[in-house]
T-cell receptor, first 113, second 115 residues
Framework: GNSVTQMEGPVTLSEEAFLTINCTYT??????LFWYVQYPGEGLQLLLK?????DKGSNKGFEATYRKETTSFHLEKGSVQVSDSAVYFC????????????FGAGTRLFVKA | NAGVTQTPKFQVLKTGQSMTLQCAQD?????MYWYRQDPGMGLRLIYY???????DKGEVPNGYNVSRLNKREFSLRLESAAPSQTSVYFC??????????????FGPGTRLTVL
């Protein structure tokens, strides 16, 4: 069945550092890919998404490109801020696995001032 | 526009007690979901409702029941709570089940502890 694997955390960075959180997936067909973010004490909210190969999702300075050849959807940001401290979840839905959204285990990011 | 609301925010139960978690959305969404979040395991789907009047089991339904009361409300019931049900519970909604790139909107969660 479908699955998502993302890098374990926590990831600790200094403000203005470059961020990469790796995400790879296993799925048949053409799933949609997502990054959700969870700030402390809150529910998840969509950060960005991509629905077909080579699409780039972007929002709030974050970007991720849907790479079908490497089955990856890595999250990047050029310069992180303290306010980016949160847990980031990679997820997929669709393809031949059906509608259900499959979430990765989450990666906690700490950004130090 | 409140989005997805959940009550209560926190709850402590003793083993064997029952309770109902409430969820409501004001976005006129057709589909609603209940997840549990445990450390290191991401979110796991407990039950979902594709549309008003329908409910189906997700990945981890044992020990839970649900009711889709109307289009807005979707409740989760624990009939006899067990320590293994200690978790954070999230309700979510989306426009429809099978829409490509279907974004889900989440409530703030209920933190449940079963002693």
């Amino acid at each position: 069945g479908n699955s998502v694997t993302q890098m374990e955390g926590p990831v600790t960075l200094s403000e203005e550092a470059f961020l990469t959180i790796n995400c790879t997936y296993t799925a048949t067909g053409y799933p949609s890919l997502f990054w959700y973010v969870q700030y402390p004490g809150e529910g998840l909210q969509l950060l960005l998404k991509a629905t077909k190969a080579d699409d780039k999702g972007s929002n709030k300075g974050f970007e991720a490109t849907y790479r079908k050849e490497t089955t990856s959807f890595h999250l990047e940001k050029g310069s992180v801020q303290v306010s980016d401290s949160a847990v980031y979840f990679c997820a997929l839905s669709g393809g031949t696995g059906g509608f259900k959204t499959i979430f990765g285990a989450g990666t906690r990011l700490f950004v130090k001032a | 526009n409140a989005g997805v609301t959940q009550t209560p925010k926190f709850q402590v139960l003793k083993t064997g007690q029952s309770m109902t978690l409430q969820c409501a959305q004001d976005m006129n969404h057709n589909s609603m979901y209940w997840y549990r979040q445990d450390p290191g395991m991401g979110l796991r789907l407990i039950y979902y409702s594709a549309s008003e009047g329908t409910t189906d089991k997700g990945e981890v339904p044992n020990g839970y029941n649900v009711s889709r009361l109307n289009k807005r409300e979707f409740s989760l019931r624990l009939e006899s709570a067990a320590p293994s049900q200690t978790s954070v519970y999230f309700c979510a909604s989306s426009e429809a089940l099978h829409t490509r790139g279907n974004e889900q909107f989440f409530g703030p969660g209920t933190r449940l502890t079963v002693l």
